[in-house]
C-alpha cells in the first residue's frame, strides 16, 4: 500500500468522524506509528496543514435546519478553511406556501447579517405559487442573495419552473435543486419509483431542462448524499450546464475521480451539505491534481458567481 493509499483509507476517511484538530492530531499520530511499525519507515503527515492550505467556498450549507444555529456552521468552517458558505432554508415538509418560503429566507437573512463575511444567501421558493416566487426571488436578490436552493415540491423540468428558469438565467445565477437517484438500495428502485417523494428530481429531469434552457445553470445537488453517482455523471456527462456538489456523507472511493473524469474538471463544486469534514476529506482523498483540487474547492463556483459579478476576490 503505497502513501497516498493509506493515508486515503485511513486518516482522512477518519477524519470524517472527528470533532476538532486536537482529536485529528492524536488521530493521524497512531497512524503513523502503526505503519513506522509495520513497514519500518516513518510516516508523516500533516493532516490539518493539507485541509488549510485550500482555499474554500462550500456551495451547499443549511442554516437552522439541521443541529444548532448559524455559530454552529462557522465553528466547522473555521475548522477547516472555509471562507464562504453560501447558504439556505429550503423547505423539506408541508405545503410550501409563499409564507413558509418567505419565513425561510428571512432566517438566512438574519444569519447573514450576524456572519455578514462568512454567509452569502441562496433563497428557496415554491414554484406552485409562480408569481409570489417571482416576488420573492427579486426581494432576495435586492438583499443581497446569489442564487436558487429548492427541494421536492415540483420537479426540475415541470412547465411551472419555466419562468423561474428564464427569471434565473436573466440575473445569470444557479439553481441548486435537491436531487436523487437510488438504483437497487434495500430493492428500492428510485429511479422509476419516487412514492417517498413523487417529484424528486433525477438526473433525467436535470438533461430534459438543461436542453431546454442551455443559458441557465443548474446544480445537481449531494452526489455524496447515497445516490447512485455513477449512474447520475454519466447521464450528466452531456449536460454542461449542470454542474454537480460533492456534499453528503458518503466517502465512497473514486467518487469525485469519476465525477471529474465524466464530467470534466470545472463541472465539480465543492459542498458539504452540513457534512463538513466528510466533504473536506473525500476530495484530500481523491486521486486528483492540486490544479483540480483547487478548482473543486474555490475556483469552480467563484467563476460561476463571476457570471452574475457575484464573484469572490
Not at 147 to 167: C, D, H, R, S
Amino acid at each position: 500500500m503505497n502513501r497516498r493509499k493509506f493515508f486515503s483509507s485511513t486518516a482522512l476517511s477518519a477524519a470524517g468522524a472527528m470533532l476538532g484538530n486536537t482529536l485529528a492530531a492524536k488521530t493521524l499520530r497512531g497512524n503513523a506509528a502503526a505503519t513506522t511499525e509495520a513497514t519500518g519507515t516513518a510516516a508523516s503527515y500533516n493532516l490539518m496543514k493539507d485541509v488549510l492550505k485550500y482555499r474554500k467556498l462550500d456551495a451547499h450549507v443549511h442554516v437552522n435546519l439541521y443541529h444548532g444555529g448559524p455559530e454552529e456552521n462557522i465553528k466547522f468552517a473555521d475548522r477547516l478553511g472555509i471562507e464562504k458558505l453560501f447558504i439556505s432554508r429550503p423547505i423539506t415538509s408541508g405545503p410550501g406556501t409563499p409564507q413558509d418560503f418567505i419565513e425561510s429566507n428571512n432566517i438566512v437573512l438574519k444569519a447573514i447579517k450576524q456572519y455578514p463575511d462568512r454567509f452569502i444567501g441562496q433563497f428557496t421558493v415554491n414554484v406552485e405559487h409562480q408569481q409570489e416566487s417571482l416576488v420573492e426571488i427579486k426581494r432576495c436578490v435586492d438583499l443581497g442573495m446569489v442564487g436558487l436552493k429548492v427541494y421536492t415540491q415540483v420537479k426540475i423540468n415541470n412547465p411551472l419552473f419555466f419562468p423561474i428558469v428564464e427569471k434565473m438565467a436573466d440575473l445569470k445565477m444557479i439553481i441548486h435543486m435537491h436531487a436523487m437517484l437510488q438504483l437497487g438500495l434495500g430493492g428500492y428502485r428510485m429511479k422509476y419509483d419516487t412514492k417517498m417523494r413523487p417529484n424528486t428530481s433525477i438526473p433525467e429531469d436535470f438533461v430534459d431542462i438543461a436542453r431546454r434552457y442551455p443559458e441557465a445553470m443548474f446544480q445537481f445537488a449531494h452526489i455524496g448524499a447515497g445516490c447512485d453517482w455513477e449512474y447520475t455523471c454519466k447521464m450528466l456527462k452531456h449536460s454542461p450546464n449542470v454542474y454537480v456538489d460533492t456534499s453528503g456523507s458518503s466517502n465512497d472511493e473514486y467518487m469525485l475521480d469519476y465525477a471529474v473524469k465524466e464530467l470534466g474538471e470545472d463541472r465539480v463544486f465543492f459542498g458539504s451539505d452540513n457534512c463538513y469534514y466528510q466533504s473536506v476529506g473525500k476530495v484530500l482523498a481523491a486521486n486528483l491534481t492540486e490544479t483540480q483540487k483547487k478548482k473543486i474547492f474555490f475556483d469552480n463556483y467563484n467563476r460561476v458567481l463571476k457570471k452574475s459579478g457575484k464573484n469572490i476576490a
